[in-house]
């Protein structure tokens, strides 16, 4: 896991009611904080809500709360330091989003529907990567060097974090080339993302280093409505200069539409030679495209909710054990057990931060 380094100060009330919304908007009164909002309280609220998804207490998918830049760091070393069980599970198993900007510090888990359509896109990119990779050309040249990257967080120049859904990844690059974020659309209460705004964000802060952003909504509230846009860098001149911004060269395209029917005749294209960045591009013209028809997109979000179906209603096949057979589990080791010396140096720790939290009272109070 990777930390943030030296982030900007930001002085002000932090909201620490959890949210649906990743719109929540931020006061910064003159009050003095009391000791219930100091740090320690909003890093252990942040350690709560993990894990609390580490049970599975939290149902929701995206959950944000108010973190302090300074908040943000010391939340790893604790973790890195009390609860490396917990830190393991957060790196393997949760998405994190972070804006030291707006202090959105977003803990979400994709749904399983999410997960189960992104794996299947994922696949058929990687697919016509292969078959390109196997040619002599300069299409086999930038398909092999293309790496297929997972939701590996990416940390772009404001200093925010994101985990995004999927992305592929030059060789050499910092940035990933390829970004896909899935979301409910904005009907569904507490879906969390606005996809026009993480493309911007993607695009903009990596100073156009992410050369493709896909977004894709799925409407279950009402409809069976799923869309697709895609948002490339846009480089332009007005009366302010040059400027560098989101280009959404396909927008809110339905691939499935609000009654289900398959959309057919559409194509989504991406071209190779938007993968490799300007300076890593080898020389040559480069016209091949990786194509996903659009009916194709339906039918593997078909798919992924009818496995998801079948796994929550438990009618997928499995096997089916012989009467008689008992299972035998292997023997647990019994838990560790913190030693007195452990105990007591918590205990001191805990002590501590309240003394310097009632401390830093005095001090507001004084100024």
């Not at 896109?121 to 196997?134: P, Y």
């Not at 959404?248 to 009654?259: D, H, I, L, Y």
């Not at 020389?283 to 996903?292: K, N, T, V």
Request: include cysteine; charge should be negative.
């Amino acid at each position: 896991m990777q930390l943030l380094g030296h982030l900007p100060d930001r002085r002000g009330s932090l909201t620490s009611q959890y949210s649906n919304s990743p719109e929540t908007s931020i006061a910064f009164p003159p009050s003095p904080v009391s000791s219930e909002d100091k740090p320690l309280s909003h890093i252990l609220e942040a350690i709560q809500l993990l894990r609390n998804r580490h049970a599975c207490i939290l149902q929701d998918n995206w959950t944000t709360i108010k973190l302090q830049p300074a908040e943000y760091e010391k939340l790893w070393q604790r973790l890195e330091k009390e609860d490396k069980e917990l830190l393991g599970y957060t790196n393997d198993k949760i998405s994190i989003d972070y804006n030291p900007g707006t202090w959105d510090f977003v803990v979400r888990m994709p749904s399983d529907i999410h997960e189960r359509l992104g794996c299947l896109i994922r696949r058929d990119i990687f697919a016509q990567l292969n078959a390109f990779g196997n040619g002599n050309n300069l299409a086999a040249t930038i398909a092999q060097n293309i790496r297929p990257s997972g939701s590996a967080s990416v940390f772009l120049e404001d200093g925010t974090r994101r985990d995004p859904d999927m992305q592929f990844k030059y060789k050499g690059a910092r940035y990933p080339s390829l970004i896909l974020e899935i979301a409910y659309s904005q009907s569904r209460k507490g879906s969390g993302k606005d996809l026009t705004e993480l493309a911007d964000q993607y695009i903009t802060e990596s100073s156009g280093s992410i050369r493709t952003v896909i977004g894709i909504s799925i409407d279950y509230q009402r409809t069976k409505q799923a869309t697709v846009s895609i948002w490339h860098p846009k480089y332009g001149l007005d009366e302010q200069g040059e400027y560098l911004a989101a280009d959404a060269t396909v927008m809110s395209q339905e691939f499935r539409t609000a009654n289900g029917t398959r959309v057919t005749q559409q194509t989504l294209r991406l071209p190779l030679k938007y993968f490799p960045l300007p300076g890593l591009l080898p020389p040559g013209d480069c016209e091949q495209e990786i194509l996903i028809p659009y009916e194709k997109l339906a039918d593997y979000l078909e798919e992924a909710e009818t496995e998801t179906r079948l796994t929550e209603t438990k009618e997928g096949a499995s096997m089916v054990m012989p009467m008689g057979m008992r299972k035998r589990k292997r023997e647990s080791t019994p838990p560790e057990t913190l030693n007195m010396a452990d105990e007591r140096r918590f205990e001191r720790e805990e002590s501590g931060a309240e003394r310097r939290a009632s401390e830093e009272d005095v001090l507001w109070k004084e100024t």
